[in-house]
């Protein structure tokens, strides 16, 4: 290949001082078409001298939170160090780390939405719960262009509420937080990143207190800054399931990571006195962008396989 024109290679020397009176004249050209183009603008603006400003406010900024789409972002509340979830009658008060409420949302079940793809099981559980599962971060997906989020996460849905310790891609790269979404409201922890290839473990486990009283808690192993707490008590009823939820991403695109695939391993399902027998199914909302498989169904060392499509991995095979 030695000796070939490269297309960004070296220019030859003769074609250097071409080149820099031809930059000069683009740029006197670019400076002059602004020059003309700012001209018409003041002439236009000066023509219309009585027009009323555009009063139509813009519309507000939407964020997307798991297991329940896009909401407003002023009813998404970052739960400051320290804070905490009490459940209060049936609401929740958002608390920071001296108590003072910040916030109160009613309680109520949350529509699903932006699935891609689960493995779930629904259940009842009379006695405190844990759960967890292990995954790694993928890849960076090869475009961010379309601004597209990425979630993939275990997560626990009862009655009112969903816990979750979610792996998200936004623009920018892959951070880790936990959240619980109510049905107008959401509350989650600041975001830590997280690097492609770290191990990951999200779990939620609610300890009994008293006999009447319980603290539940959605974090990250390991991870500073991750946990979400509330003393809300799930109810008997119960829907596990690891999900991968998507926004804004097309599909067969370079919006997903090129690992093809997302394994979590070790997801296992706690209870304390009897265990129910636990066994999920796969529910494939968007076929066309992901589904999964089941390697090992059960309570516990389960596995399940997220599969999504790529571009790259396509055009190898
Ligand atoms: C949760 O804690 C708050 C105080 O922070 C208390 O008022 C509330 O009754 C508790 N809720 C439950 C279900 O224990
Ligand atoms: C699952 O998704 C992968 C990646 O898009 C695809 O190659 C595979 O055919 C899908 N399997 C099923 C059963 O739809
Ligand atoms: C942003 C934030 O909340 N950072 C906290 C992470 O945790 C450490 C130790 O627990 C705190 O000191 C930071 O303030």
Redesign the pocket.
């Known amino acids: 290949m030695t000796g070939e024109p490269s297309v960004y290679g070296e220019i030859h020397p003769c074609c250097k001082p071409f080149q820099i009176w031809f930059l000069a004249l683009l740029l006197y050209s670019i400076a002059m078409l602004y020059f003309h183009l700012l001209l018409l603008l003041a002439a236009v603006v000066h023509s219309f001298p009585t027009a009323a400003p555009l009063e139509t406010p813009l519309s507000e900024e939407m964020i997307p939170a798991p297991g329940a789409g896009w909401r407003p972002k002023s009813s998404v509340h970052e739960i400051p160090h320290g804070g905490h979830v ?3 009658g049936n609401k929740f008060h958002l ?1 920071d780390a001296s108590g003072k409420v910040l916030h109160i949302m009613p309680s109520g079940r949350p529509a699903l939405e932006g699935l891609v793809t689960t493995a779930v099981w629904d259940g009842s559980a009379s006695q405190p719960i844990s759960s967890k599962a292990t995954w790694t971060v993928p890849s960076l997906p090869e475009t961010q262009w379309h601004f597209q989020t990425l979630y993939y996460f275990n997560g626990i849905g009862a009655d009112g509420v969903i816990f979750q310790p979610v792996l998200q891609f936004t623009f920018g790269g892959w951070t880790v937080a936990s959240w619980l979404v109510g049905p107008t409201d959401t509350f989650v922890t600041a975001s830590v990143p997280v690097s492609p290839g770290q191990v990951l473990t999200g779990v939620m486990t609610q300890t009994k207190i008293s006999s009447t ?1 319980y603290a539940f808690i959605s974090s990250f192993t390991g991870i500073a800054n991750t946990t979400l707490s509330t ?3 799930l109810p008997m009823y119960i829907r596990w399931a690891s999900v991968f939820e998507q926004y804004g991403a097309r599909t067969h695109s370079f919006d997903y990571p090129p690992d093809m695939s997302m394994t979590f391993l070790n997801i296992e399902l706690k209870f304390m006195g009897t265990a129910p027998i636990v066994a999920y199914r796969i529910i494939n909302y968007l076929p066309a962008q992901g589904n999964t498989t089941i390697t090992t169904n059960g309570g516990a060392a389960a596995k399940t396989v997220m599969h999504f499509p790529s571009c790259t991995s396509r055009l190898r095979h």
């Open positions: 009490a459940a209060v608390l009283s003393n809300y008590t």
